[in-house]
């Protein structure tokens, strides 16, 4: 059974920063890699990406402040977030792909909360 499983998320005040990590118990490499959103009430959304060629590609509301990277030997995940603020207050997922050709985020974590105040 595949397992991700999110930690790092909490509460800090708008300006303060968290690390993310997603441990995943398949082999990262070549994989697409994803960190997700979804706020009370709305839709999730894609927050940053990895390709499978590990190119990263960011929403723009996170441009400049988020970054994501990944540890193959450790087939972990990480989203660094700077600058936080409130508007980044959700239920952050992280997602895997199947491996294969298509980037389809077929695997997904239980996530982990992050809240940020005023």
């Known amino acids: 059974q595949v397992q991700l499983v999110e930690s790092g998320g909490g509460s800090v005040q708008a300006g303060g920063s968290l690390r993310l990590s997603c441990r995943i118990s398949?082999?990262?490499?070549?994989?697409?890699l994803g960190w997700f959103r979804q706020a009370p009430g709305k839709e999730r959304d894609r927050v940053a990406t990895l390709a499978k060629d590990g190119r990263p590609v960011y929403a723009d509301s996170v441009q400049g402040r988020f970054t994501i990277s990944k540890d193959d030997d450790e087939n972990t995940l990480y989203l660094q977030m700077d600058n936080l603020t409130p508007e980044d207050t959700g239920m952050y997922y992280c997602?895997?792909?199947?491996?294969?050709?298509?980037?389809?985020?077929?695997?997904w974590g239980q996530g982990t909360q992050v809240t940020v105040s005023s």
């Open positions: 997602a895997a792909d199947r491996g294969g050709l298509r980037c389809d985020f077929t695997f």
């Open positions: 398949l082999y990262i490499w070549g994989r697409c």
